[in-house]
C-alpha cells in the first residue's frame, strides 16, 4: 500500500466512521456521492452564458458555477454590448439571486391586513380562478421584458382577453425619446456608438454611469479617448458633477432645468460657426436655420448660467472637430437641440443607429403608464398582475390607485413595496434561476438560461402562468426543461430564423445571437419641427432639486444589496445612506456642515437627510441620488435614506424646495480620510503635450516626488545604493499589474469583482464609520480644487512591493514574498499584531476585527477557492492567487508556460474601461512589460523604495480649450 | 538618620510588615475588583475579536502599545537608581531603591501583558517562539516585536533577579522576627541566609555584578521599545533620535512614578525619618535633567522634519502641533518639560504637595507622549484617502483600567509582604554602633 492509498483509506473509513456516529442529524453533503448531478466535478467550476437583466442594457454574463451554486458572474467576453466587462450592480446580480429577503412561498391576502404563506396548488388556483374573474380587465405592468418572458405574458394575457400590457422603468428616457422624435423623426433609443469621435459633449447624460447601457458605452468612451491614440476631448454640461462628468475635461455647471437654453444656445451658435452644415440634409438645415434664427446665444447661456464665451469656444470646437457627437438627457428641447447639431455636424447618421433601436425603446412612457394609473383609480382595472418592478416605491401616487384595483398579483422574486400590498404574491425565478430571451437590441438575442437550481421556494414565469401562457399541450409540461428550451426555441426570432432544436443548445452555451448585417434602417434622419420651437421655461427661481440614478442603487432596484450599500458612491465616497449635495456656497450662507441633517421638503413629500458639502453642483441647486428610502424591500434598505422619487413626483427635479436644518448632525460612513492629496502626488497627471496653452508634461514637475524613476521590482533593478537586503530571486514569473489613470473612470466594477471573489465581507454602516471597511481595493478619489472638474481616481490595492515593508516587521512571516514576486499573506500563521499594516504606505491591508457573518443564503455566493478568513487575521489584495494558481495547472498540464494575459485577477476581468492590465515583468514582451516603459508610468510613493509592483500611468490632463482670453 | 540605631532600623520598618487592618484588605479588595474588571473586559475582546476596542484603518494600534510603552517606560528608573546609582555610589538611592525596583518588576510584568492583550489570536502566540517545529517555521527576527520580546523577557528576568538578590538578607532578617509558617515561608526565600561573612561577601559580589549587567539594559530596552517605530517607514517614527529619546523619556516617567508611589507609602509606613525630603530633592534635581533632555527631544523632531524637507514629516508634525493632535500635544509638551521645570525652584523642589502634583502630571504627560507618538502618526501618513483617527473604547479603557490595577495592587502587596526599604543597605549608611557586644548586635 502506498501513501496515496494509505490516505485515500483512512479519509474514506473516517468518513464513514463520521457518518454513522452521526445519525441523529441527517447527513448533509454538499454533492452527493450517487447520481451526482450532471456537470458538477468537486473542484471544477461550470460556466453557464445567460444575460444581466440587473438594467435594460442587456450585457451578456457567464455564471460561474461550483459544486451547483453560483459564485461570480462575469461578463461575456464575445457580448457586443459589454465585451467581457460587467458593472457593479451588474456583478451584485449575486446578491439578487441569494438575496436574504426572497419570497419563500406565495402569499395571501384576504380580509386580514398581512399576507399569509399558503402553498403554491392553491396560490396558482387563486391565480387563474381571480384571472377568470377579471376577465377581461386584467392588465400587466411588468419590469422590462421583450423576449420569451414579454411572450409568455402577452400570451397569457391574451388568453384572458385583454391586451394591456405595459413594460415599465422609472428611468424610461422619455425626454431622449421625444428629442429623438422631434429631432430626427425616431421615437427611438437608438444604438450608439461614438467610439471614433473626436469630441464629445455630454449634456446631463451620466452614460458612465447609469444612462441606457453604461459598460458599452463606457468602452465607446474609452475607445475614443483612447490614450495611445488620438484623443477625442470631451466636455460635460450638467447641473451637478456625475461621476461622467468628473471624466470630462471640463465641466460646465449648468442651473437647473436648464439644460435646453444652454442646448439651444449651442445650437444657435453651432449653426453659425459651421455655416456648411456638414452632411446635412439641406431641408433640415433650413428648418434648423429657421429654428436658431432668432434665438439670442448669449442671452441663453446666461439663463444656464453659463458664460457666452465658453458656449462660443464649445461651438467652436463642435465646428473644428472632424467628428464630434453631442449626447444629452434632461429633457426633451435639450435633446432635440444636441440631435440638431449631430444632424447639422452630420454625426447623427455616423453615431446613432436607428436601425437597431434598444430595448428601452420598448418601454412604456409616462403617459401610457399614467393612463393605466388613471385606469385603475377610476376601477377600470379589475386585475393587476404586476411582474418584477416596483411602482409602489417608485411611482409617485400609484398606491392609492393601486388600493382601488381589486385584485392585485405580484409576481417577483424578493418582496417589495408593491408585493406587500398586493392580495397575492408569487414568487418568481431570478433570471439566474430561468430559461428566457432578452433583445438588447434589435439583430442581437441574448438567452437566459438557469445558471443553478432554486435558492428560493420559487418557480419560473412559464409555470406560473401555464397552461394559459402554454398554447400547445404537446410540448409538455412547462416543468419540463427540454419543454421549455423548445417553447423557447420557437418563440426566438433569430436572424437567421427559428432556431433549430438541436442548434438550442450550442446558442444557449454561447448566450447569444447576433445579426451580422446591418438590419435596413431609415431611408434619412429628418426633423419634424413643423411647429417647434424653442420656449423659455417658466422654471421658477429659487433652490431646486435634482435627484439622479445612483451608480450603486440605480433606481431604487439594487438598494437592498449589502455589497452595493458598502461600496462607497464614487464622488461623495458615503457608503450606506444617501446624502443632499450642497454647494460650499449656499452651505456657508446657511450655515450647514458636513453631516448637518435638514428636513427637505418638497412638493411630493418631505425627508431627513445629510448634508454633503460638494462643490460638484450648482449653487442654486441641491442634488440627491436615487434609489433609498424604501420602506418594504427588505432587510438591508429598508429605512434608510429618501426617495428621490417621491420627493420630485417622479419627476427627477423639482423646484422651490427648502431645506431647513433640523439642528441635528449625523456623521457619515464614509471611507476616504481627506478630499485633497495635500500636492502629495499620489494620483498624478500630466498636461497633454501641445494642449491649449499649458505646456507638455514637464508641466506638472511642481506636483513632488515626480522626479522618482520607475524601478520595476525585478532582480535586474536591484540597486544596492538603494536597496539594503539582496534582489529577490523569482521564479520564472513576476506578476505585476499596470493600472492606466487616464482610463479609470471611477465606476468601482474592479471592487465589485474583487468582493466577488475574494469574499470580501460587507460589514456595514457601524463598521465603517469606525474605519472597519474590508474591500481590498478601493477608488481614491481626489478633488484638485484649481482645476475644473479637478477629480482623480486612483484605484489603490496591495502594491506587492518588491522591498515590502510589511513582510519585515511581522513577527511570524505571516505576510511573504514568494517566488513569483506575489506579497502573499498567509493567514493561519497570522497571529495579529497588525504592525503591517501600520507598517504599510499604502495602507491597503485590511484586518478580521470581528467575525463577519454573512445573512443566509448570502453565504452560498462564497467562492470555495478562497479562504474565508476568520477573526483576528490580517488580509489584503492578492493578485487573485487563485486565479495563478488555475493558470499554473493548465500550464503545466499543457507542458508550457503561463501566457501573457492567461492570468486576469477579477478587477481587471470586469474593469469596463480596460484600465487594469495584468502579467509578468520577467517577461519583456508581457503587456505590462511595455506599458511599465511608458512616459507616463510612475509609482506611488516611489521615494520610499518599496519598488511597488502596481505601476500607475498619469492621467492626462487635456485642456478643454473653452478658456475665454 | 543619626538618631537610628540597628534595632530601631529593623523595628521602624518591619512593623509594616505586621498583619493588615481592614483598611488595607479594602484597598487591596477594590484593586483586585479592577483586576477582575480587566480581565473580564479581555476576555470579552477574546471571545468578539479586537474590534471592541477602537482600532481602526489605518489605527491599527491603540492603547495597548500606547500603555505599553508607558509602562516600560515606567519600568526604567527602577534599574536606574538601584544599578546605575549604585555604581556610581549615590547614596541617596538607599533609601527608595527597594521601592523603586518593585516598580520596575511590576511595570515590566504590567507591560508584557499588554503585547498579548493587543494581539487579534492570543490563542496562536506560540508561534512568536522560536521552536523546533516539524513545518520549519521560525520567527522572524528582523521584526522588532522579535527584538522586543526578547528585550522585555530579559529585563524582567534580570531585574527580577537583581531584586530578589538585593532582598535575600532582609528576607532572612524577617526570617528571624517571625514564626511558624509565615518563618518558614520567608526561610524558604531566605535561601538559607545565616548572615555569615562568607554569605555577605557573595552577596556583595552578586549585587554589584548584578547591578553592572542590568545598567545596559536601562539603555537597550527602551531603545528597543523604539525601534517598533523608529524601524517602520511611517512619518513621524522613522527617526534615529527615537532611542535616545525614549530612553530619556522613560527615566523622566519612572522618576516621577517612584515620586508618585513614595510619597503615599512615606506616610502610610510612617518612613519619613528615612526617605527624606533630601532624597525627594535629589530626584527631583535628576527629573530636571530628564525634562530638559525629552524637551530637548521634542524641539528636534520638529527641526529634523524641517531639514529633511520631506513633505510628509513636516506634515506629520504639523499636525501634531496644530492640527488634530493639538491638545494631546500640548499637553504633553507642558507637562513634560515645562512643569518640570517648576523643580529649579528649591522651594517647589521640597514641598511634598508640589513634588506630588508635578510628578502626576508627568505621570499624565508622558502617557500623552505615547498617546501623540502612537496615534498621529499613522492616522495621517502617506496617503491622505486613507487618514483616520482612533478614540479608546470602553473595552479598552476598562482593560486599562484592570491594569492599573494590577500594578497598584502587586505594589500594594509588596508593601506589606517585603520590606519597602533595604534594612541592610539602611545600616550601611549609620554610624558604626559605639559600644561592641560581646553577643549578636542587631539583627540583619
Known amino acids: 500500500m502506498n501513501r496515496r492509498d494509505f490516505l485515500k483509506l483512512t479519509g474514506l473509513t473516517g468518513t464513514a466512521a463520521a457518518a454513522a456516529a452521526c445519525s441523529e442529524e441527517p447527513a448533509r453533503l454538499l454533492i452527493p456521492f450517487l447520481n451526482a448531478p450532471e456537470n458538477i466535478v468537486p473542484g471544477a467550476a461550470s460556466w453557464f452564458a445567460t444575460s444581466c437583466r440587473q438594467c435594460p442594457a442587456g450585457c451578456g454574463v457567464l455564471a460561474r458555477n461550483r459544486e451547483a451554486r453560483i459564485v461570480k458572474l462575469e461578463g461575456n467576453p464575445d457580448h457586443p454590448v459589454n465585451r467581457g466587462a460587467l458593472c457593479a450592480r451588474g456583478q451584485a446580480g449575486l446578491q439578487d439571486l441569494y438575496s436574504p429577503d426572497r419570497l419563500q412561498s406565495p402569499g395571501l391576502r384576504q380580509a386580514e391586513a398581512v399576507q399569509k404563506p399558503i402553498g403554491w396548488a392553491e396560490a396558482l388556483a387563486a391565480f387563474q380562478a381571480e384571472a377568470a374573474k377579471a376577465a377581461p380587465k386584467i392588465a400587466v405592468l411588468s419590469g422590462l421584458e421583450n423576449g420569451f418572458h414579454a411572450d409568455l405574458l402577452a400570451h397569457w394575457l391574451a388568453r384572458a382577453g385583454s391586451s394591456q400590457i405595459l413594460f415599465y422603468e422609472p428611468l424610461s428616457y422619455d425626454a431622449v425619446r421625444e428629442g429623438n422624435r422631434i429631432a430626427l423623426g425616431q421615437d427611438l433609443l437608438p444604438t450608439y456608438d461614438f467610439s471614433s469621435c473626436d469630441f464629445l459633449l455630454s449634456i446631463a447624460a451620466d452614460f458612465l454611469e447609469t444612462w441606457i447601457s453604461p459598460v458599452e458605452l463606457t468602452r465607446q468612451f474609452t475607445a475614443a479617448r483612447d490614450p495611445g491614440g488620438p484623443k477625442a476631448g470631451f466636455v460635460f454640461a450638467g447641473t451637478r458633477l456625475s461621476m461622467t462628468g468628473a471624466n470630462a475635461d471640463r465641466w460646465i455647471a449648468l442651473r437647473s432645468g436648464r439644460e435646453k437654453d444652454f442646448s439651444f444656445a449651442l445650437l444657435a451658435a453651432v449653426v453659425k460657426a459651421a455655416p456648411a452644415g456638414a452632411a446635412s440634409a439641406s431641408g433640415a438645415r433650413e428648418d434648423v436655420k429657421r429654428l436658431v434664427a432668432k434665438l439670442d446665444p448669449a442671452a441663453l447661456a446666461r439663463r444656464a448660467d453659463v458664460e457666452p464665451s465658453v458656449v462660443q469656444a464649445l461651438a467652436a470646437r463642435i465646428a473644428a472637430a472632424d467628428r464630434p457627437f453631442v449626447l444629452a438627457d434632461g429633457d426633451a428641447d435639450a435633446v432635440v437641440a444636441a440631435n440638431l447639431i449631430n444632424l447639422w455636424t452630420g454625426s447623427a447618421a455616423a453615431c446613432m443607429d436607428f436601425s437597431r433601436p434598444l430595448a428601452l425603446s420598448g418601454v412604456a412612457k409616462g403617459a401610457s403608464v399614467r393612463a393605466l394609473v388613471e385606469k385603475m383609480a377610476a376601477g377600470d382595472i379589475r386585475m393587476l398582475v404586476v411582474h418584477k418592478t416596483n411602482p409602489v416605491y417608485s411611482l409617485p401616487g400609484f398606491a392609492e390607485a393601486l388600493g382601488k384595483v381589486p385584485f392585485v398579483a405580484v409576481l417577483d422574486s424578493f418582496s417589495t413595496e408593491t408585493s406587500q400590498m398586493a392580495h397575492l404574491t408569487l414568487p418568481v425565478h431570478t433570471a439566474y434561476e430561468s430559461f428566457g430571451s432578452f433583445v438588447p437590441r434589435k439583430g442581437l438575442v441574448d438567452l437566459m438560461q438557469p445558471t443553478m437550481g432554486p435558492v428560493a421556494g420559487s418557480k419560473p414565469l412559464e409555470a406560473i402562468l401555464a397552461p394559459d401562457a402554454w398554447p400547445e399541450p404537446a410540448q409538455g409540461q412547462p416543468q419540463d426543461p427540454s419543454a421549455v428550451l423548445r417553447r423557447l426555441g420557437s418563440a426566438l426570432e433569430l436572424p437567421e430564423g427559428k432556431a433549430a432544436p438541436e442548434k438550442m443548445l450550442s446558442l444557449l452555451a454561447r448566450g447569444f445571437a447576433e445579426e451580422q448585417r446591418r438590419p435596413a434602417g431609415p431611408a434619412s434622419l429628418s426633423p419634424q419641427l413643423d411647429g417647434y420651437a424653442y420656449r423659455a421655461g417658466e422654471e421658477p427661481d429659487g433652490l431646486s432639486l435634482v435627484a439622479y440614478p445612483s451608480l450603486r442603487w440605480f433606481d431604487g432596484r439594487d438598494a437592498n444589496k449589502t455589497w452595493m450599500l458598502e461600496i462607497p458612491d464614487p464622488l461623495s465616497m458615503i457608503t450606506w445612506e444617501d446624502w443632499i449635495e450642497v454647494h460650499p456656497e449656499r452651505a456657508a450662507r446657511e450655515r450647514l456642515a458636513e453631516g448637518d441633517l435638514v428636513q427637505i421638503q418638497t412638493p411630493g413629500g418631505r425627508a431627513l437627510i445629510g448634508v454633503h458639502i460638494t462643490a460638484g453642483v450648482h449653487p442654486e441647486t441641491v442634488a440627491i441620488p436615487l434609489g433609498l428610502g424604501h420602506t418594504r424591500l427588505g432587510r438591508f434598505a429598508d429605512g434608510i435614506g429618501a426617495n428621490a422619487l417621491a420627493l420630485t413626483g417622479g419627476a427627477l427635479r423639482v423646484a422651490g424646495i427648502s431645506i431647513p436644518k433640523t439642528g441635528e448632525n449625523r456623521p457619515f460612513a464614509h471611507v476616504d480620510g481627506s478630499r485633497s492629496q495635500h500636492g502629495r502626488g499620489i494620483a498624478q497627471s500630466i498636461h497633454e503635450a501641445g494642449g491649449h496653452g499649458h505646456g507638455g508634461p514637464e508641466a506638472a514637475a511642481g506636483e513632488a516626488h515626480e522626479e522618482f524613476p520607475v524601478r520595476i521590482p525585478i532582480e535586474t533593478a536591484h540597486d544596492p545604493k538603494a536597496d539594503i537586503y539582496p534582489a529577490h530571486g523569482h521564479d520564472k514569473y513576476r506578476w505585476g499589474m499596470v493600472i492606466d489613470l487616464d482610463r479609470c473612470i471611477g465606476c468601482s466594477a474592479c471592487v465589485a469583482a474583487c468582493i466577488a471573489e475574494n469574499n470580501i465581507p460587507s460589514v456595514g454602516r457601524k463598521r465603517v464609520l469606525e474605519g472597519r471597511e474590508m474591500a481590498w481595493i478601493r477608488i481614491e478619489r481626489y478633488v484638485e480644487e484649481q482645476e475644473n472638474p479637478g477629480i482623480r481616481f486612483l484605484p489603490m490595492l496591495c502594491q506587492h512591493c518588491d522591498n515590502a515593508p510589511c513582510e519585515a516587521v511581522c513577527p511570524v512571516y505571516a505576510p511573504h514574498h514568494d517566488k513569483e514576486g506575489l506579497n502573499t499573506q498567509i493567514y493561519n500563521r497570522c497571529i495579529g499584531t497588525r504592525f503591517c499594516s501600520q507598517n504599510c504606505p499604502y495602507k491597503v491591508r485590511r484586518f478580521n476585527f470581528f467575525h463577519y457573518e454573512r445573512t443566509p443564503p448570502l453565504n452560498m455566493q462564497l467562492n470555495p477557492d478562497v479562504t474565508v478568513r476568520t477573526k483576528g487575521v490580517m488580509e489584503k489584495c492578492s493578485f487573485c492567487i487563485q486565479r495563478i494558481k488555475d493558470a499554473h495547472q493548465t500550464a503545466r498540464l499543457e507542458k508550457r508556460l503561463i501566457r501573457d494575459g492567461e492570468v486576469v485577477p477579477a478587477c481587471a476581468q470586469a474593469c469596463p474601461a480596460r484600465a487594469i492590465h495584468f502579467g509578468s515583468y520577467l517577461d519583456p514582451e508581457s503587456g505590462i512589460s511595455k506599458l511599465a516603459g511608458d512616459e507616463r508610468a510612475y509609482q506611488v510613493l516611489a521615494e520610499l523604495g518599496t519598488k511597488p509592483a502596481v505601476i500607475y500611468l498619469k492621467k492626462i490632463v487635456r485642456n478643454a480649450g473653452l478658456e475665454t482670453a | ?444
Open chain 2, 1 to 444: 538618620m543619626k538618631e537610628f540605631t540597628y534595632a530601631k532600623v529593623n523595628d521602624t520598618i518591619l512593623r509594616n510588615l505586621s498583619r493588615p487592618g481592614a483598611a488595607y484588605l479594602a484597598v487591596a479588595a477594590l484593586l483586585a475588583c479592577g483586576v477582575l474588571v480587566g480581565a473580564l473586559c479581555w476576555r470579552h475582546q477574546i471571545l468578539v475579536g479586537i474590534g471592541v476596542g477602537g482600532q481602526n484603518n489605518p489605527v491599527a494600534w491603540g492603547i495597548y502599545l500606547v500603555l505599553f510603552v508607558f509602562w516600560v517606560g515606567i519600568a526604567h528608573s527602577g534599574t536606574l537608581i538601584s544599578a546605575i546609582l549604585y555604581l556610581f555610589r549615590a547614596r541617596f538611592r538607599t533609601a527608595v531603591a527597594r521601592s523603586a525596583e518593585a516598580m520596575t518588576v511590576f511595570a515590566v510584568t504590567t507591560a508584557g501583558l499588554f503585547p498579548l492583550i493587543h494581539l487579534g489570536r492570543i490563542w496562536v502566540v506560540h508561534y512568536m517562539l522560536p521552536f523546533p517545529n516539524q513545518r520549519e517555521l521560525w520567527p522572524n527576527f528582523h521584526s522588532p516585536l522579535m527584538f522586543d520580546m526578547v528585550a522585555i523577557s530579559t529585563y524582567l528576568t534580570v531585574s527580577s533577579l537583581f531584586w530578589f538578590t538585593g532582598l535575600i538578607p532582609d528576607l532572612a532578617a524577617v526570617r528571624d522576627s517571625a514564626t511558624g509558617l509565615r518563618r518558614r515561608l520567608y526561610g524558604l526565600f531566605a535561601l538559607g541566609w545565616d548572615n555569615s561573612q562568607r554569605n555577605w561577601r557573595h552577596h556583595m559580589r552578586a549585587y554589584l555584578f548584578f547591578a553592572a549587567l542590568a545598567t545596559p539594559l536601562v539603555i537597550s530596552v527602551h531603545s528597543v521599545v523604539s525601534w517598533d517605530f523608529a524601524l517602520s517607514v511611517i512619518p513621524g517614527w522613522h527617526s534615529t533620535i527615537f532611542a535616545p529619546y525614549f530612553v530619556a523619556g522613560a527615566i523622566h516617567s519612572g522618576l516621577a512614578m517612584v515620586i508618585t508611589l513614595l510619597i503615599p507609602l512615606r506616610k502610610v509606613q510612617k518612613l519619613e525619618s528615612i526617605i527624606t525630603i533630601d532624597i525627594f530633592e535629589k530626584l527631583a534635581k535628576v527629573v530636571i535633567l530628564t525634562g530638559l533632555i525629552v524637551g530637548y527631544a521634542y524641539l528636534f523632531e520638529y527641526f529634523m522634519a524641517h531639514y529633511s524637507d520631506s513633505h510628509f514629516e513636516i506634515d506629520i508634525f504639523n499636525f501634531r502641533a496644530v492640527g488634530g493632535f493639538a491638545g494631546p500635544f500640548w499637553i504633553m509638551v507642558i507637562c513634560n518639560s515645562l512643569v518640570p521645570l517648576l523643580f529649579f525652584f528649591r522651594r517647589v523642589r521640597r514641598s511634598i504637595p508640589w513634588l506630588l502634583g508635578i510628578s502626576l502630571l508627568i505621570n499624565v504627560g508622558m502617557f500623552y507622549e505615547r498617546y501623540v507618538i502612537i496615534i498621529s502618526s499613522v492616522a495621517h501618513d502617506f496617503l491622505p484617502y486613507a487618514w483616520g483617527s482612533y478614540f479608546p473604547s470602553k473595552i479598552e479603557i476598562g482593560i486599562a483600567i484592570g491594569a492599573f490595577c494590577w500594578f497598584f495592587l502587586f505594589f500594594w502587596l509588596f508593601t506589606r509582604f517585603i520590606p519597602t526599604i533595604s534594612i541592610a543597605e539602611i545600616k550601611e549608611e549609620l554610624p558604626k554602633p559605639v559600644k561592641l557586644a560581646g553577643g549578636v548586635h542587631g539583627s540583619h
